[in-house]
């Protein structure tokens, strides 16, 4: 789930996974293995090098290893009940794939997922509403704002700065019914449906690579100059001219992208 179910972990991207198992005739023994399966699976991807979620997002809560049945409660509940944990949990569970055993399971719970959203579109008002409230670091004369105090002081948080653009994406893609949870395949999918034009598809794509790459430049820094554990945070400082024109017109762009969001969704800019 989240940017793994999306495919586009980082060097510092953490567990977000789950078990959706069968519903079978006898429940708690089955609970009870696929429970030590989640450990054993979780823990061992932490030896690796996958730390664990801090929220907690992982097969090994019990919350989330469980049948079929109990998944689609869980998605009909997150669709219809619009409170701020409702609206996180959909954010990260419904960017999720499979990836191992029966496939046809993660298939029937994807076709839940967009049949409810089509059964009930306040949904989308409500998760677009929430997408709006980060707005993107550029102030009124164009100038990049950056951490005003603590140990990021002057610097920017990029992962955050492209979390808008996810946002758009997942949004749109889930008005029209599309199945996959990468952000550029879902935005390819979005321009062949034409629900966005060949420029703005270029754009957004190329807006996304380029703070993507930024992030990979500044976290191999930290690992192989400063010695310091992988961030998300990059100083404007150290930035060329053509890096900062780049980001504030990817900036720009994104604040388009929220005003179209917001007044197709909310009927607000």
């Known amino acids: 789930m989240g940017s793994e179910g999306r495919e586009e972990q980082t060097l510092i ?5 789950a078990i959706v198992y069968e519903d079978t005739k006898d429940p708690e023994k089955t609970k009870a293995y696929f429970d030590g399966l989640a450990v054993l699976i979780c823990d061992q991807l932490d030896m690796a090098g996958y730390s664990f979620c801090k929220g907690g997002n992982m097969a090994k809560n019990p919350k989330w290893c469980q049948p079929l049945s109990q998944w689609k409660t869980y998605f009909n509940t997150w669709i219809r009940t619009s409170n701020p944990e409702n609206l996180l949990y959909s954010s990260i569970f419904f960017d999720f794939r499979g990836t191992y055993g029966d496939a046809a399971l993660s298939d029937e719970l994807k076709r839940f997922l967009l049949d409810g959203i089509k059964g009930w579109s306040g949904f989308l ?9 980060y ?3 550029i102030g009124i004369f164009g100038k990049l704002r950056v951490e005003t105090e603590g140990d990021e002081k002057g610097s920017l948080d990029l992962k955050s700065a492209m979390l808008p653009i996810i946002d758009f994406v997942r949004i749109y893609a889930l008005q029209k019914g599309i199945s996959q949870t990468n952000t550029l395949t879902r935005l390819f999918r979005l321009y062949t449906r034409h629900a966005l034009t060949g420029k703005e598809y270029m754009d957004i794509a190329r807006g996304y690579n380029y703070m993507m790459q930024l992030r990979f430049m500044r976290q191999i ?12 945070f990059i100083n404007p400082r150290n930035l060329s001219s053509i890096d900062h024109i780049l980001l504030k017109e990817i900036f720009r762009l994104i604040e388009k992208l929220q005003q179209r969001l917001g007044l197709e969704f909310t009927g607000n800019i």
């Open 135 to 137: 707005k993107p670091p």
């Open 221 to 232: 820094t930290t690992i192989m100059d400063e010695q310091k554990k992988p961030d998300n």
């Open 13 to 17: 991207s953490d567990q977000d996974n």
């Open 125 to 133: 008002r409500h998760l677009a509403e929430n997408a709006l409230y």
